[in-house]
Nanobody, 123 residues
């Protein structure tokens, strides 16, 4: 069974930057579309960003467009989320996700989820 493990969360101040990383292991090699979701207490998980298997397509939520950048390093089987100009409303638990298809990451519930890493942004 595949596994996704997130790292890099923490406490930062508004305007700071933070980089999250997700390491994948044991996934079928076809499950190579990757992305990030986030969730705050009392709210549903929301899509943040996704990247296709080749890295030539990316997609971002409007709320993070221009501030967050998703990237992948297939030699390490990792996907990173660079978060700049963080705002208090970015405070959430961030989840790494994976699926067969790039489109599914945003339009449906991804098949594979990590356990999450928490980001807190203070005002």
């Amino acid at each position: 069974q595949g596994k996704l493990v997130e790292s890099g969360g923490g406490l930062v101040q508004a305007g700071d930057s933070l980089r999250l990383s997700c390491a994948a292991s044991g996934l079928n090699r076809n499950v190579n579309a990757r992305g990030w979701y986030r969730q705050t207490a009392g709210r549903e998980r929301e899509f943040v960003a996704s990247i296709s298997w080749s890295g030539d397509r990316t997609s971002y939520a409007d709320s993070v467009e221009g501030r967050f950048t998703i990237s992948r390093d297939d030699s390490k089987n990792t996907v990173d989320l660079q978060m700049n100009d963080l705002k208090p409303e970015d405070t959430a638990t961030y989840y790494c996700v994976a699926d067969l298809f790039f489109e599914t990451l945003r339009s449906a519930v991804p098949s594979f989820w990590g356990r999450g890493t928490h980001v807190t942004v203070s005002a």
